[in-house]
């Protein structure tokens, strides 16, 4: 499957591949993280989160990957579909912990 | 229901209108966010409220005024806006304490002429 180790902006994968979208946060107090996909001309949706006292957590087809030490998130995407494609942003709390912030995002396009 | 609903979808208003952009849930979320979405950015974090009562504006100008009535609404008042503030407005809420069930509306589109 395709993956990247640092953020990327886009990731091109076939359908069928595994994907990972990586993310970097800023706030080492954040103990909340989640990952949301935007489709074009809609808001962002859930996906997933963790909480900070975990360092995987899965749910259907998609897994989620904390690690604290370097301050990194990771969203695997099993068995990628073309419906999969859209922007995806991880979010964590903000400083005073009171809202979500976004990263930069990374757009998937999946090809059949 | 474990929505978020926002009205208008679309809005198309004049640099000496004045229009307000409405958002509404029922689950109960005592938090309440509005985000700003230019195309191929994230969302910017605008206004918090926790229990009806605005906790965070990040330095956001005056022509924007938020305002929440009650538990299950929130408004954006708009005024004198300038073609730059065209983008797309973002709505959520969730639980206070841990900002459990964040959850977004589908947004409202709007265009300053």
């Known amino acids: 499957g395709e993956s990247v180790g640092l953020h990327l902006p886009t990731l091109s994968v076939q359908e069928g591949d595994n994907s990972i979208i990586n993310c970097a946060y800023s706030n080492s107090a954040s103990d909340y993280f989640i990952w949301y996909k935007q489709e074009s001309g809609k808001g962002p949706q859930f996906i997933i989160d963790i909480r900070s006292n975990m360092d995987k957590r899965q749910g259907q087809r998609v897994t989620v990957l904390l690690n604290k030490t370097v301050k990194h998130l990771s969203l695997q995407i099993a068995a990628t579909q073309p419906g999969d494609s859209a922007v995806y942003f991880c979010a964590e709390k903000d400083q005073a912990g009171t809202a979500l912030i976004f990263g930069k995002g990374t757009t998937l396009s999946v090809s059949s | 229901d474990t929505e978020v609903t926002q009205t208008p979808k679309h809005l198309v208003m004049g640099m000496t209108n004045k229009k307000s952009l409405k958002c509404e849930q029922h689950m109960g979320h005592r938090a309440m966010y509005w985000y700003k979405q230019k195309a191929k950015k994230p969302p910017e974090l605008m206004f918090v409220?926790?229990?009806?009562?605005?906790?965070i504006n990040e330095s956001v100008p005056s022509r924007f005024s938020p305002e929440c009535p009650n538990s299950s609404l929130l408004n954006l008042h708009l005024h004198a806006l300038q073609p730059e503030d065209s983008a797309l407005y973002l709505c959520?809420?969730?639980?206070?304490?841990?900002?459990?069930?964040?959850?977004f509306g589908s947004g409202t589109r709007l265009t300053v002429v």
């Open positions: 409220y926790s229990y009806e009562k605005l906790s």
């Open positions: 959520a809420s969730s639980h206070v304490t841990d900002l459990y069930g964040y959850t």
